[in-house]
């Protein structure tokens, strides 16, 4: 729900409305120009690789603002990194590196616990297992592929998330999207929240089960599209489906929100449908433990039939994994085509995930995870409150790490991007497809490595650029005395989590 | 002046390309970009305010007419070409008919008609270019019209 005024919408449909024209001009006379110049390609029969319209929006639109997404940077993604310098020639159609990078506060990273960069824990025992397991298992999970180290760590994720049994992949995008064709067929039905990930959707459509969407968050609509089609069946012949799932995500990345669980839970319950859970963003980063949402909203692990996650955000590494029952995970590994055909975790990957965990839940003999944990709740919700104070509109619950900035307009991105980069503060913003197309904005990634001094600094660029470019849609709170700032948290004495 | 705030929720069209069309502010941002297309019109040509109308009016059909029922599929390539067979206007809620957004955009041409006859007193070459316009928006726009392609053309 986005609160936006209506000044705001007219002159945004305006702005992408005039962006439109004048990408249609460009287009028809690069038409006219193209005429004189002949195509050897052309001449020899082959048709053209996309049809002139599909690629509009990425010649005409994205490629205005191109210095905005996709930079490079050259150090590890901590909380301050090196965000390599490009420079155009030809307005933004193609960018070269000038060979100098800035450092850079880092706002954009999934570093949700800090794992980010080298750690003394979990680095020395990567090494180790890198000297010992080579980069590369080189072969698939069932071949060649599975390590002590895999076996290890699935039974460790297992424990972790609160299931029987879990088994990992390489890639977190490949779970999804490999595991949701397997579990799920032609006849079955799948109600997927409407802001999913694109992994989920595509999973989905490969699957060839029928797709419905219910609107974001909210029970009472599942409510209803589940009696619809339930009572419906399946289309044209109304037999009744042959299972139903329900995805949802933990912490949705573009919003910032976290999932209504116990009351979906409770409606697939209701109708008998399954549920599958995407904790991608969430795992590791909320819950006392680091649990994930279930720990947060006191849900039982058990109660959720699939749960996946991601090893890429909280984790620092890299690939995916499925926690379930132990007769689901068995059906996986003898179907699962990201099992049987795909290469298996990179050795030290899984080790960074073993070592991370064991941070984490304190079995390293410290208590950095409690204070990690402890560390990313509190600069999120420090972050969150002054930016809503300051008149930004910032969505997203408290306790999640992700704040996205509306910027709605289009001409507010690369200009909200390019003066925060000016003043060395590294900013994502996303913007039309990953979004709806009104709803632009600046999203937020908070980590642990940050610290209080850095949180100041970004709030302060982020206001003065707020200002000048004009997002403040909301009234300012008037500024309260300030105490001092509050010491860094150490190692408190008797602190136990 | 006190800030107008709406609230929206995600609307539940997968089709990127028509979902924009469930924002609010869309009804009243085409109305005044007719309006002030009008004003631009009238300054740039200096014509009466009939003729300017009436440019209007052509104007409107022929790019609506253009990116509403003959431009097909969709400006980006993520969705993998399956509305590739549809104009906007089939795309335009799923393909549900005679929903509110339909039904405004059925009457916005109408209107202009009207103004546009009305302001030219009804003579003549303005009035049978403007009734031609309106004709085939509007038939174009019918229920019965979905996905069909008289003759084939832009098949």
């Known amino acids: ?497 | 002046m006190a800030k107008l705030y709406v609230q929206t929720t995600q609307p539940t069209d997968l089709n990127k390309n028509t979902e924009w069309f469930m924002y609010p502010g869309v009804w009243t941002t085409y109305i005044l970009i007719l309006f002030f297309s009008w004003l631009l019109v009238l300054s740039v040509f200096g014509c009466t305010p009939g003729m300017a109308w009436t440019i209007i009016n052509l104007s409107h059909f022929i790019i609506t007419y253009q990116f509403f029922h003959w431009k097909k599929g969709t400006p980006f390539a993520e969705d993998q070409g399956i509305y590739n067979a549809l104009t906007w206007w089939e795309q335009m809620d799923n393909g549900k008919q005679l929903t509110k957004n339909r039904k405004f955009l059925t009457v916005v041409p109408v209107v202009l008609y009207l103004i546009a006859s009305h302001t030219t007193d009804y003579q003549q070459p303005m009035l049978l270019l403007n009734t031609l316009a309106v004709i085939v928006l509007v038939v174009a726009k019918f229920p019965n019209m979905h996905k069909v392609r008289i003759f084939g053309i832009n098949g």
């Not at chain 1, 599975?146 to 609160?162: F, P, Q, R, S």
């Not at chain 1, 969505?395 to 996205?404: A, F, I, K, R």
């Not at chain 1, 690369?414 to 197309?437: D, G, H, K």
């Open chain 1, 1 to 497: 729900m986005v609160r936006l005024p209506y000044t705001t919408a007219l002159t945004t449909l305006f702005s992408y409305g005039l962006l439109f024209v004048f990408g249609q001009l460009r287009d028809q006379f690069r038409k006219i120009l193209d005429l004189f110049k002949s195509s050897s390609l052309k001449e020899k029969g082959y048709a053209p690789i996309c049809l002139g319209l599909e690629d509009f929006y990425t010649r005409r639109l994205y490629l205005r603002i191109q210095d905005c997404f996709s930079r490079p940077i050259s150090s590890a993604p901590d909380a301050w990194f090196d965000v390599v310098e490009r420079q155009s020639n030809d307005g933004n159609k193609t960018l070269y590196r000038t060979g100098k990078s800035t450092r850079c506060l880092n706002l954009g990273s999934y570093n949700y616990l800090g794992f980010a960069s080298a750690d003394e824990y979990c680095t020395p025992r990567v090494i180790n297992s890198l000297k010992k397991y080579s980069p590369s298992t080189c072969s698939v999970r069932v071949d060649g592929g599975t390590t002590k180290l895999h076996e290890e760590l699935e039974d460790l994720i297992a424990k972790y998330v609160g299931q029987p049994a879990a088994v990992c992949f390489g890639m977190g995008y490949v779970t999804n999207s490999a595991i949701i064709p397997v579990l799920i067929g032609k006849g079955g039905l799948i109600i997927s929240d409407s802001l999913n990930h694109s992994s989920i959707i595509n999973g989905a459509r490969g699957s060839g089960a029928t797709v419905r969407v219910f609107q974001h968050n909210t029970p009472s609509h599942l409510e209803e599209v589940l009696r619809e089609q339930i009572s419906e069946g399946q289309p044209r012949t109304h037999r009744p489906w042959k299972k139903i799932i329900v995805i949802v995500e933990g912490i949705y990345s573009m919003e910032g929100e976290l999932c209504k669980l116990p009351e979906i839970v409770a409606v697939c319950k209701k109708y008998k449908a399954y549920t599958y859970l995407d904790e991608a963003h969430s795992i590791g980063a909320i819950g006392k433990s680091g649990r994930g949402l279930c720990e947060l909203l006191g849900v039982n692990p058990t109660d959720i039939d699939i749960m996946m996650g991601t090893f890429t955000k909280s984790f620092g590494s890299c690939g995916g994994y499925i926690a379930a029952s132990k007769e689901i995970i068995e059906y996986l590994m003898y179907t699962c085509p990201a099992h049987l055909y795909a290469t298996s975790m990179s050795p030290p990957a899984v080790e960074q995930v073993i070592s991370a965990i064991k941070v984490v839940l304190g079995e390293d003999g410290s208590n950095r995870g409690a204070i990690k944990l402890l560390q990313i709740r509190e600069n999120s919700n420090f972050f969150r409150s002054e930016l809503q104070k300051m008149g930004f509109e910032v969505l997203g619950d408290n306790d999640s790490p992700v704040m996205p900035i509306m910027l709605y307009n289009p001409a507010k991105i690369p200009s909200f991007s390019r003066e925060c980069l000016e003043n060395n503060v590294a900013i994502v913003t996303v913007a039309f497809p990953a979004t709806p197309l009104l709803l632009a904005r600046a999203r937020i990634c908070i980590s642990a490595s940050h610290t209080r001094v850095d949180l100041i600094k970004a709030l302060e660029v982020i206001s003065r650029v707020g200002e000048d470019v004009g997002i403040k849609y909301f009234p300012v709170e008037p500024m309260k005395p300030q105490l001092q700032p509050q010491p860094q948290v150490e190692n408190i004495p008797g602190f136990q989590h």
